[in-house]
């Protein structure tokens, strides 16, 4: 989905990522997602999303426009140092 098509991207509890479309149908786009905290997409309409995981490292994770996460950057840090990744900014 394009990010001008999504009404609303959701997370809720259990570490999914629920979209509420223009349609007002609500669908799953990703789970398994360890405690997601940013979210943010780009130009190109690439999702990122940061998850701290308790007690472990922090990742940030890329969605493509099709298909699964892959892990864009690993092991930044766990919540009890540096916070982890927690808000994420794009340069425009």
């Given at each position: ?5 999504l ?5 809720p ?11 007002h149908?609500k ?26 995981p308790?007690s ?6 890329k ?8 892990v ?9 140092e ?10 425009p």
């Amino acid at each position: 989905m394009r990010p001008t098509q999504l009404r609303k991207l959701t997370v809720p509890e259990g570490g999914n990522l629920d979209v509420l479309a223009t349609t007002h149908v609500k669908s799953m786009f990703a789970s398994g997602l360890r405690n997601p905290r940013g979210l943010i997409f780009d130009r190109a309409g690439k999702l990122f999303v940061a998850q701290i995981p308790p007690s472990a490292s922090g990742d940030i994770l890329k969605f493509m426009r099709r298909g699964g996460p892959t892990v864009f950057a690993s092991e930044i840090g766990v919540p009890e140092e540096n916070g982890g990744p927690q808000y994420l900014a794009i340069q425009p």
